[in-house]
């Protein structure tokens, strides 16, 4: 009986969300990570060049869920609010089960690592409101009506929501869930977004 090889890749990833779990604010270093994992610091290094490799790793895993379920959403989803509602409560809920990934997204993780991962967060997030705004776009071959405000600023409001939840979950020591009240916040974003 042969045993089931597991990609040492993706235990390595998978330890340090689980550790990024742990109380915000702390610090994760290459020797607990190897610890945890069971394997030498020398070992963790033979996959991962440097602790900011194994960040850009989490980063290309949440960047590739994010953006293939919003992709989803769309496909699935014709109005334009129903769209943009199902893809804020999906990064709220997102958010909400991967509370190791969200102190990624947030910051918090990444503060006294290199500044590159800061800028792929950044880049991140703009992705996130290029999709919230070319869905606002959409609005006309949807119901035939625009939106009064620009799409760019109604986008980055919901953005500037989206990731407030975020923070606040990281800040409570994820007490605070990102999709609690999301149904009542949701409907007066709705009834601004439908008066706009």
């Given amino acids: 009986m042969t045993k089931k090889k597991t990609n040492r890749k993706d235990d390595i990833l998978s330890a340090l969300a689980i550790m990024l779990e742990g109380k915000p604010g702390q610090r994760i270093t290459t020797a607990k990570l190897a610890a945890e994992v069971g394997v030498s610091e020398a070992a963790l290094y033979r996959h991962f060049p440097s602790k900011a490799r194994m960040f850009e790793g989490l980063i290309d895993y949440t960047e590739t869920a994010i953006f293939s379920h919003i992709n989803t959403i769309k496909d699935q989803q014709k109005d334009t609010f129903v769209r943009i509602e199902h893809i804020v409560y999906f990064l709220l809920a997102f958010s909400e089960k991967n509370p190791g990934i969200t102190r990624i997204l947030s910051g918090d993780a990444l503060v006294g690592e290199n500044e590159r991962l800061q800028s792929r967060i950044e880049h991140v997030f703009s992705k996130i409101e290029s999709q919230l705004k070319q869905t606002l776009r959409e609005r006309p071959a949807s119901d035939g009506q625009k939106f009064e ?31 609690q009240n999301f149904k009542t916040q949701w409907l007066f974003f709705n009834k601004q977004l439908v008066i706009s």
Avoid at 151 to 165: F, M, Q, V
């Fill in 149 to 179: 405000m620009d799409e760019g600023i109604l986008a980055n409001l919901l953005l500037a929501y989206i990731e407030g939840r975020m923070v606040q979950f990281v800040r409570s020591q994820f007490k605070q869930k990102p999709t």
